[in-house]
């Protein structure tokens, strides 16, 4: 259970972000206080009473809030992504991670 709390926390987080929302907006939105979702966004709790709302006030379905197949890193998947979507970065963008993995060696 704490991994799709966690899951649908990022999710709805990276959700609310990609909307360019704040968390106390999404909140008035859902009719939910803001410490609760920030509670949710953390995985620390689950919002089964406010999952509705919190998709309606995102303007999505309540089945978009559980795609966080992507969330799901492992170290297999990660370095397969990398693989496959390096040579589709901007110059600049390679760069960065360039030095971000030169850093870490």
């Known amino acids: ?3 799709i ?11 609310r972000k990609s909307q360019g929302i704040s968390q106390q907006l999404l909140a008035e939105k859902a009719n939910i206080d ?15 009473r ?3 709302d919190i998709a309606k006030a995102l303007n999505i379905d309540l089945k978009d809030l559980f795609d966080f197949e992507h969330l799901a890193v492992t170290p297999d998947n990660m370095s397969e992504y990398i693989k496959n ?4 970065l901007p110059q600049d963008d390679l760069k960065a991670v360039y030095r971000m993995v030169k850093s870490l060696r």
């Open 5 to 15: 709390k966690n899951l649908l926390g990022k999710r709805i987080k990276e959700l």
């Open 50 to 52: 406010a999952l509705l």
């Open 85 to 88: 979507n390096i040579d589709y």
């Open 1 to 3: 259970m704490n991994d």
């Open 34 to 48: 803001q410490r609760s979702l920030s509670h949710v966004e953390c995985g620390d709790t689950f919002p089964s």
